[in-house]
C-alpha cells in the first residue's frame, strides 16, 4: 500500500515551537515513526511538509495519478481557512483520506475548533499526538482491506 503523508506550514517545527502543546520530539522523530511503522507493515511512505498552500494542492493533485491508495494530513492552520486544500482534497474521492492534528484542537482557541478540511476527508483524528499519525495509518489499511 502506498500512502502519502502531508504536513502543512510549521509542523517542521515540531520540537521547537510550544512544546506545552506539541511536545518535545522534533519533526525527524516524526518522519522516522512514520517510516518506522511502513516498514514493519511492509507499506510504501511518502512524506512532504511545505509551508506553501499551493505546494500542498500540487502534492494532492499528484496523488491521483501516481499510485496513492491513502493520505494522512496535517495541514496545520489552513484547516481553519483553506478551501481550496479542502477542494483538493475532496476532488480525489477514490483515495482516503485523514485529517490528523497533534493537539486537542477542540479545547483549544475558537478558531481551532472549525476545520473546512476534514469535510473532504473520511476520517479526523485530534489530540492523540505523534501517534494520530500512526492511527491514520492503521486507519487507511483498515479501510482498504474491507
Known sequence: ????VINGPNLNFLGIREKAIYGNQDYAYLCNMIREKAAADGDEVIIFQSNHEGAIIDK???????????????????????????????????????????????????FRKVSVTAPACDKQIY????????????????????
Open 60 to 110: 494532492i493533485q499528484e496523488a491521483y495519478s501516481d499510485g496513492t491508495q491513502g493520505i494522512v494530513i496535517n495541514p496545520g492552520a489552513y484547516t481553519h481557512y483553506s478551501y481550496a486544500i479542502h477542494d483538493a482534497l475532496k476532488s480525489i474521492e477514490q483515495i482516503i483520506k485523514v485529517e490528523v492534528h497533534i493537539s486537542d484542537i477542540q479545547s483549544r482557541e475558537e
Open 1 to 4: 500500500m502506498k500512502i502519502l
Open 127 to 146: 489530540g492523540h499526538g505523534l501517534n494520530g499519525y500512526l492511527e491514520a495509518m492503521d486507519y487507511i489499511k483498515e479501510t482498504l482491506s474491507k
